[in-house]
């Protein structure tokens, strides 16, 4: 345990996750600012880095960032791109010490594709919690584990999403082995049935299915802007942002205002928007400033 904390201690302090937490936030704000297509959110081939990040990302060498204030870089290879190949969210979907094909997954399909995952039945065992299996490679102890009928079903679509995610360690660095040095064996397919092998292939595979991303992340956006759930009568609307969306080579604006032009957003029952301004309130007399 020693050893594993002093090397954390050397690349993980708690600055790197403010950073890691901000990462995400810095993306999203600069498609948005520069009007960027709502797909860099999957596929970027750019993101923002501290001196401290450079350092987690193993990238010393590869990009010039100097100091603790976030810098927009290129990124050097084809290893990572967009939110999900962050470390942020590899760290969040993972285990302590041991990735997690399964959390991966399940994300993917929750936040990216809008597929919902049902909760595990009760009195379903932890992967391997004594780590009693460490000759076997992370792949192997999760399809031991959904052997059990009761779990096959649901794993049989997250697991194949995040075997591909397996380049990526508990941290989300990178890495082309197992712990035990064992090959990792990357390949997937998704529930429709798109086969892939890495993370390229599985952004690829996305991007193949973009329709789904865009149709959730504008569900997101009206319900923000709306401030309440999605009703059954939104879907329409949500169908009609993807289509503008399509239309403008997805620039992140665009939602913005075809949200806001939106019926939903414009009325209320069919009718107009009324909101009641109440008269301003008479000026207060201010005290005078004493002086000693």
Same mark, same amino acid.
């Given at each position: 345990?020693?050893?594993?904390?002093?090397?954390?201690?050397?690349?993980?302090?708690?600055?790197?996750?403010?950073?890691?937490?901000?990462?995400? %936030?810095?993306?999203?704000?600069? %498609?948005?600012?520069?009007?960027?297509?709502?797909?860099?959110?999957?596929?970027?081939?750019?993101?923002?880095?501290?001196?401290?990040?450079?350092?987690?990302?193993?990238?010393?060498?590869?990009?010039?960032?100097?100091?603790?204030?976030?810098?927009?870089?290129? #990124?050097?290879?084809?290893?990572?791109?967009?939110?999900?190949? @962050?470390?942020?969210?590899?760290? @969040?979907?993972?285990?302590?010490?041991?990735?997690?094909?399964?959390?991966?997954?399940?994300?993917?399909?929750?936040?990216?594709?809008?597929?919902?995952?049902?909760?595990? !039945?009760?009195?379903?065992?932890?992967?391997?919690?004594?780590?009693?299996?460490?000759?076997?490679?992370?792949?192997?102890?999760?399809?031991?584990?959904?052997?059990?009928?009761?779990?096959?079903?649901?794993?049989?679509?997250?697991?194949?999403?995040?075997?591909?995610?397996?380049?990526?360690?508990?941290?989300?660095?990178?890495?082309?082995?197992?712990?035990?040095?064992?090959? #990792?064996?990357?390949?997937?397919?998704? !529930?429709?049935?798109?086969?892939?092998?890495? !993370?390229?292939?599985?952004?690829?595979?996305?991007?193949?299915?973009?329709?789904?991303?865009?149709?959730?992340?504008?569900?997101?956006?009206?319900?923000?802007?709306?401030?309440?759930?999605?009703?059954?009568?939104?879907?329409?609307?949500?169908?009609?942002?993807?289509?503008? #969306?399509?239309?403008?080579?997805?620039?992140?604006?665009?939602?913005?205002?075809?949200?806001?032009?939106?019926?939903?957003?414009?009325?209320?029952?069919?009718?107009?928007?009324?909101?009641? %301004?109440?008269?301003?309130?008479?000026?207060?007399?201010?005290?005078?400033?004493?002086?000693?």
């Amino acid at each position: 345990m020693v050893p594993l904390l002093t090397e954390l201690q050397s690349y993980y302090t708690p600055e790197v996750a403010s950073d890691l937490r901000n990462e995400p %936030i810095l993306l999203f704000e600069y %498609i948005l600012g520069e009007n960027r297509s709502l797909l860099d959110l999957l596929n970027a081939d750019y993101t923002f880095l501290t001196a401290r990040l450079v350092k987690f990302y193993q990238l010393e060498g590869k990009v010039d960032v100097r100091g603790n204030e976030f810098k927009m870089v290129k #990124l050097p290879d084809d290893r990572r791109g967009g939110v999900m190949e @962050m470390g942020s969210v590899l760290a @969040m979907t993972s285990h302590y010490e041991q990735t997690s094909p399964v959390l991966r997954g399940a994300w993917v399909l929750e936040t990216l594709l809008g597929t919902p995952v049902p909760p595990p !039945p009760p009195n379903v065992p932890p992967l391997d919690p004594d780590h009693k299996q460490k000759d076997l490679t992370v792949r192997q102890k999760v399809e031991e584990h959904r052997a059990n009928a009761q779990c096959a079903a649901c794993h049989r679509l997250m697991d194949p999403i995040g075997f591909a995610l397996e380049n990526f360690d508990w941290m989300g660095r990178w890495r082309d082995r197992e712990k035990n040095g064992q090959p #990792l064996d990357t390949s997937g397919e998704l !529930p429709s049935g798109e086969k892939f092998n890495g !993370p390229v292939e599985l952004r690829q595979a996305l991007l193949n299915r973009k329709d789904d991303f865009l149709r959730l992340l504008a569900g997101k956006m009206l319900g923000y802007a709306l401030g309440r759930g999605l009703q059954d009568g939104d879907s329409c609307t949500v169908q009609q942002l993807v289509d503008e #969306l399509a239309k403008d080579n997805y620039q992140a604006r665009t939602l913005v205002r075809e949200i806001v032009l939106s019926v939903p957003f414009r009325n209320t029952q069919g009718g107009n928007l009324k909101v009641d %301004i109440p008269a301003p309130a008479a000026p207060k007399r201010q005290r005078p400033m004493v002086t000693k």
